[in-house]
Every structure is written in structure tokens, then in C-alpha cells.
């Protein structure tokens, strides 16, 4: 059976890596998503510990299917009772390419009526509680081959539950940590978010340099599988925490706004990190960093049009002259602005066209 791991566009090789550190080999790595084989305590491993995946789905069954009386079939085969709990309800997406059924909305709706009746005639009455976040259950079908996986993650991944507040443009957490893992910052040399709002980048900064693992703040859905042993996975979870360590690292973050800082200081708090991080409430434009790493995600949007948005840019773009690192921004001047050397990566984020500007 797989695993399949969905990420952002442009983090797909930065997690294809995470993976193979983690002693996985991912195969079949598309732009947005790739697949791991596993083994039973593989989706506790890899919910706790990637830093760079959205969601990680279980494969349940798979099958050749060319009608729908046979998906019907098929999904009611699937022994749901494992993974969804009496009081869950299921969410069912799908994605179809080039198959005979070619229908997702009744693909979703056969596949819904299989798990409700298969999970009823079992002699179960369900009281579903709209407490609980539904069960997503996810179909494939490729060339008329049927996958069926169910979400193991429950919320995405980049949610590691430690912000306690943002400002108005959070970076999600794990494009964060893509952008640390994108410049290969290493640890022992200064890292600098001059313009930091609610801390997230600097925070999994932190976070990797001291070896805690992402998902040991937050709840998974996989906690309501049926086969689920909460003792040992406090076990794994205790294992990990004796594995962080702390060292004098350097790095700072500084925002303009007073509040931002005071708000990212709490979340740092909440990460665990507050005292590996140096706060200072700073102008960009007084800010002198050398022979570092500068990883920021600037102001940008129509919002802000009369702010002098060029010359907050120019002065950024000149502090790479001596630093390594990237930023991330939609801002569309930013193009014309990068006069040496800079790879740059697009992301498609909800329409919204976001690029990260990596220097060489
Ligand atoms: C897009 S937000 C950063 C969001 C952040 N990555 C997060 O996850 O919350 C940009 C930040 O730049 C700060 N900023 C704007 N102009 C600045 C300046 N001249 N110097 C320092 N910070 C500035 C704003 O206060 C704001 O918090």
C-alpha cells in the first residue's frame, strides 16, 4: 500500500528530499503531490515529522473499475470501519483523467452512498457530531484505475498549531520551512527576517535547528482511526522530544510595528523557541546585516499603494548584495527590481501568482 504526500508547487523537491533524510524513497513525484510505501507506523513518523507536506493520505483499496456499479462496489468492499469513527462524517473529493467514468460529482456521491450504507447495514446506528471535522476520503481514478485514500493529516500539515495570533499576510507554516530548506541555511550562521509580522519564518527556523518536529503541538486524523494505540504514539512522541537540542544560534527577526513583535514573541512562546530567537523592533532602512542570511516575506498588495513599496525593495534587494537567503512576494515590481543574480521559483497560491526570488 502508499502513502501520497500533497505540496505546494515548487516545494515538491524540497519535500522529495525531506522524505529521503527521513529514510523514505518517494516515487512518482508530480508537481504537487508524490507517493512513499509504508509500513504501520509510517503515517505517525511522517505526520509528525514533515515540515513540508500539506496532507498525507492512506491508500484503502484499488481497482480496475469501468462503470459505476462496480465503484459501488468496490468502495463498499473497503472495510471503513477502520477509519471512520460513529461520529465522523465523510467528505469525498475526486480527481478523474482519462477513464470511462468520467462523472466526479456522481463518482463523489457513489462512493459517499457505499461508506454510509456499508457503515449502517454493519448493524451501526450513526450519530454523526458536527464537532468533528468530516473523515476526507479522496478517489483517483487514472486510466480506469481506482484508488481510494483517506486522510490521515485531518487539518493540513502546515498548521502546527502554535500561532496563537497573526498579522494580516501569515506565511503558512510550511512554505516557511520550505524557504529555510530552499536556501539550505545552516544553522550556525546568522539568519535575519527583517520584516517578520507574526514570526512564522523565523520560528521554523528555530524550530529546524533544534529538532522539533512540527507536529508535536497539534492533534491528526488519524487518532480516530480504529486501530489507533494512543499509548505507544505518546511513546513516539516523548522519543522525539528527547531529541531537541540547543545551542547559541543566531538568529533575529526585527518588524517596524511594535504589535508584530509582540505578537510573534507569543507564538514563539507557544512554538517552544522564545529563547532561541532575538526580537527587535526595527525600520528595514536601519537595518545593516552582513555575511548572513536574510529570509523575509515583504510587505506587498494593493492595500499598501501609497506606502513607498520601490524603496522598501531596492533597500532589500541591496542587502543581498552581502547575504544569502530569499524572500517571498507577489508584489509585481519585484521583477524589474532584481538586478543580479536571482533564481526565481512561481507559485500558484489560490490564483494568486507568488514567486520566491532565491539568490545564487
Ligand atoms: C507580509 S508581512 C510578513 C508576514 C510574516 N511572514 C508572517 O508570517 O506573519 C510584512 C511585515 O513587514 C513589516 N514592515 C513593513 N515595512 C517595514 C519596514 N520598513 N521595516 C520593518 N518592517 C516592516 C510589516 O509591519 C509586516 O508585519
Known amino acids: 500500500m502508499k502513502l501520497l504526500l500533497s505540496c505546494f508547487e515548487w ?10 533524510i527521513l529514510g523514505y524513497k518517494p ?8 507517493y512513499v510505501q509504508w509500513n504501520e507506523k509510517d503515517i505517525w513518523t511522517l505526520n509528525l515529522n514533515s ?6 493520505f492512506c491508500e484503502v483499496g484499488n481497482s480496475t473499475i469501468n462503470n459505476f456499479d462496480q465503484l459501488f462496489d468496490f468502495a463498499y468492499g473497503i472495510d471503513w470501519e477502520k477509519y471512520v469513527a460513529k461520529w465522523h462524517k ?32 454493519d448493524g451501526r446506528q450513526r450519530f454523526s457530531d458536527p464537532k468533528f471535522r468530516p473523515v476526507n476520503i479522496l478517489v483517483q481514478i487514472i486510466e480506469n484505475k481506482c484508488t ?3 486522510n490521515t493529516s485531518g487539518d493540513s500539515l502546515h498548521n502546527r498549531w502554535y500561532r496563537v495570533w497573526t498579522g494580516d ?3 503558512k507554516e510550511n512554505l516557511a520551512a520550505s524557504l529555510i530548506r530552499l536556501c539550505n541555511w545552516h544553522y550556525k550562521t546568522p539568519l535575519l527576517d527583517p520584516m517578520c509580522g507574526s514570526g ?3 520560528i521554523e527556523a528555530a524550530m529546524i535547528a533544534r529538532n522539533i518536529a512540527p507536529g508535536l503541538n497539534r492533534n491528526f486524523a488519524f487518532e480516530s482511526f480504529a486501530d489507533f494505540d494512543k499509548e505507544e504514539f505518546e511513546n513516539m512522541k516523548k522519543e522525539l522530544k528527547s531529541k531537541i537540542f540547543q545551542w547559541n544560534y543566531e538568529i533575529v527577526w526585527q518588524d517596524i510595528n511594535p504589535k508584530m513583535i509582540e505578537i510573534a514573541e507569543m507564538n514563539a512562546k507557544s512554538a517552544w523557541v522564545a529563547d532561541t530567537i532575538k526580537f527587535e523592533c526595527k525600520d528595514l532602512f536601519k537595518t545593516k546585516q552582513r555575511n548572513g542570511f536574510i529570509v523575509t516575506n515583504p510587505p506587498y498588495g494593493k492595500r499598501l499603494r501609497n506606502y513607498n513599496l520601490d524603496g522598501l525593495y531596492e533597500k532589500l534587494i541591496d542587502m543581498y548584495k552581502w547575504n544569502l537567503g530569499c524572500f517571498i512576494t507577489s508584489y509585481e515590481n519585484a521583477d524589474k527590481m532584481v538586478w543580479y543574480d536571482f533564481k526565481i521559483k512561481n507559485l500558484n497560491n489560490n490564483g494568486e ?5 532565491l539568490k545564487k
Open 51 to 56: 515540515r513540508i507536506a500539506n496532507k498525507i
Open 11 to 20: 516545494t515538491a523537491p524540497i519535500l522529495a528530499n525531506e522524505l529521503k
Open 148 to 150: 481510494i485514500w483517506v
Open 27 to 34: 516515487f512518482d513525484n508530480f508537481s504537487t503531490w508524490m
Open 353 to 357: 501568482a507568488v514567486k520566491v526570488y
Open 200 to 202: 512564522t519564518i523565523c
Open 169 to 171: 499576510a501569515p506565511l
Open 90 to 121: 465523510v467528505k469525498v473529493d475526486a480527481n478523474i483523467f482519462n477513464s470511462t467514468i468520467d462523472s466526479k460529482k456522481y463518482t463523489q456521491s457513489i462512493v459517499n452512498k457505499a461508506i454510509l450504507k456499508k457503515l449502517v447495514w
